[in-house]
């Protein structure tokens, strides 16, 4: 199926916070202290259950560089799919980057973390926990400690940072565990987290958590 576009849905999502917003050749350009500009990419695929999209949120900096965020959902069809692409964006993604790139600290915790040397301000999101069956998931207790002791103790020299943990149980195992700095799987980081004390359940829940370091 054709890749698409959801300018006009972030757009409007940045601007419902108070900020101003243009699409300029299919990128968006937010008023934001730091000069950074905004991609979206959609890629739907026909399953037999419905439609899978998996949406595609770059960022870019003055330097050229840019990362990404990206979040797979599964709808009845394409608008319910992609409806949920953008919940999950607004939930786990959106008020990090807000905060990371302005002068205002509204929506996020803000922690200073000493990295291989180098302090790094941490714009830190909530947990954005999903299950099929709205029951209640515990978190394993050292998850986000975990987290922390696994980045402070990697070596980062970079000025700007985007970290991504997610987490996937179903049928009482992990289906999938997920853990990018930098649009880099670390895999031994994986291992660690998938190995952590996490709930048992037979219905599918999920456990997705990001925030972005940027160097003091």
Known sequence: MKELKVNKQVTELINSHGYKTIIKDNIIIPDFKDNVKIETWVYPIKKEYG??????????FND???????????GSDIDEAISKNLENFSHSSLHIILDA????????????W?????????????????????KEITIPGNLFDTIKNRICNYTLDE??????????????????????VN??????????????????????????????????
């Open 51 to 60: 439609i899978q999209t998996r949406l595609d949120i770059g960022v870019s």
């Open 64 to 74: 050229g560089k840019m990362l990404y965020e990206a979040f797979g959902d599964i």
């Open 101 to 112: 790139f302005n002068s205002k600290n509204e929506y996020t915790d803000k922690e200073q």
């Open 183 to 216: 649009n880099i799987n670390l895999e031994e980081e994986e291992e660690t987290l998938k190995k952590l004390d996490w709930m048992h359940s037979e219905d599918y829940y999920s456990v997705r958590n990001f925030f972005i370091l940027k160097k003091v």
């Open 114 to 134: 000493n990295i291989n040397g180098f302090e790094y301000k941490a714009f830190i999101g909530d947990y954005n926990v999903k299950n099929r069956r709205g």
């Open 159 to 180: 000025e700007i940072y985007f970290v991504r943990f997610f987490y996937a149980h179903h049928e009482n195992e992990a289906m999938a565990t997920e853990f990018m």
